[in-house]
């Protein structure tokens, strides 16, 4: 019930940002008579907030025993919505180069199916990884000039550490059919629009998120533990972002 409750809000975030988003750009283009905030490139420092949705999902990657078991066929992860907030740090280092920290909190889940087929039908096992990151993404930010004067894109590349609050790798007994590691960190990349108002920069961002390590934590008495080797995360974000 949960993660249907939280899909649904997904969706209808997802629809209400996206016609928030043409709205502003239809703003901020119109109003391009006038350069807005002329002399914010001359700032060293400056800083934001962030809001916005993700869709997570894991890489599955077989053990040697699955391709032996005799009723486990399918394993497989599908994506699932989670939200995420994030506070923004820029540093200028040149005229169209940025190094940025956004530490964040990420609600995210991640939902993964094992099927099971027997003579008489087969049986569908699914479990929602839920996770609550304490996250901290350091990227370069490579910027255009400015276009119309108030708008300019820009792409980015960089790392992404993370510490998940509600892992349950650590519990002794666990009543779930498997455990996933409490660290993870990830390559991302992505690209971004601004507009410039008169009192703030609006960003919208896309980023693509893929994990490095596997976070997969063997477990034995687990029952679907021995059919899985490797678990890594790969997630999409979709970001808001208000700096001034």
Do not use: W
């Not at 550490?161 to 009543?175: E, P, Q, T, V």
């Amino acid at each position: 019930m949960q993660g249907t409750n939280l899909r649904n809000l997904f969706y209808l975030y997802s629809r209400k940002s996206l016609a928030i988003l043409l709205l502003l750009m239809g703003i901020s283009l119109t109003a391009s008579a006038q350069m807005n905030l002329p002399f914010h490139d001359q700032k060293k420092v400056h800083f934001g907030l962030g809001f916005g949705s993700n869709s997570s999902k894991f890489q599955v990657i077989h053990s040697e025993e699955f391709t032996l078991h005799d009723s486990i066929k399918v394993v497989e992860s599908t994506r699932a919505p989670g939200f995420h907030l994030s506070i923004i740090s820029n540093l200028h280092l040149t005229k169209r180069m940025d190094l940025r920290a956004l530490p964040s909190l990420i609600l995210a889940e991640k939902d993964i199916r094992f099927v099971e087929v027997y003579q008489n039908g087969d049986t569908t096992i699914s479990k929602t990884i839920e996770s609550i990151y304490i996250d901290l993404p350091v990227s370069l930010k490579y910027k255009s000039d400015r276009i119309f004067d108030n708008f300019r894109f820009y792409v980015l590349g960089g790392m992404r550490f993370s510490y998940d609050l509600a892992s349950n790798s650590k519990k002794r007994k666990a009543i779930n059919i498997l455990k996933v590691d409490a660290l993870d960190y990830a390559i991302e990349y992505g690209i971004g629009l601004e507009f410039y108002f008169p009192l703030f920069i609006f960003s919208p961002e896309i980023k693509i998120s893929t994990g490095l390590p596997n976070v997969f934590v063997p477990t034995e008495g687990l029952q679907y533990s021995t059919v899985l080797d490797k678990l890594k995360s790969r997630t999409f974000f979709l970001t808001f972002q208000f700096e001034g």
